[in-house]
């Protein structure tokens, strides 16, 4: 199965983001990372390819996936037939946003 192209705009430290790389990682499958925390410019990247501001934000094969979870990302990545069912697990939740201590964390980061 050929891999897919997967561009993935995604936060430093984000619960969401975190289920988005595992997603990947689960399925083994390469992707570029572009952190909106430490660039900027991704940010803006994102914004303007998906015409929204929530992330993550995932573009598969030039397909934009706005403010996605890695449990959606697992299933268009299954409805796609870009990869198949895996017996690989994660041990990061698919599906989860960050908790109230790492919400505070990064606001003292501001």
Not at 10 to 27: I, Q, Y
Request: net charge negative; hydrophobic share 35%; glycine share 6%.
């Amino acid at each position: 199965m050929e891999k897919p192209e997967i561009t993935a705009y995604l936060k430093t430290h984000c619960g969401w983001s975190r289920g988005v790389r595992a997603a990947f990682e689960k399925h083994d499958l390469p992707y570029t990372e572009k952190d909106i925390i430490q660039n900027p410019d991704f940010r803006f990247e994102m914004e303007q390819l998906s015409g929204q501001p929530l992330s993550p934000c995932v573009s598969i094969n030039g397909i934009m996936l706005a403010d996605i979870s890695g449990e959606e990302v697992e299933a268009y990545l299954l409805e796609q037939g870009l990869v198949g069912q895996t017996s690989n697990s994660t041990d990061v939740p698919l599906n989860a946003p960050c908790s109230d201590e790492e919400h505070a964390s990064m606001v003292r980061l501001k």
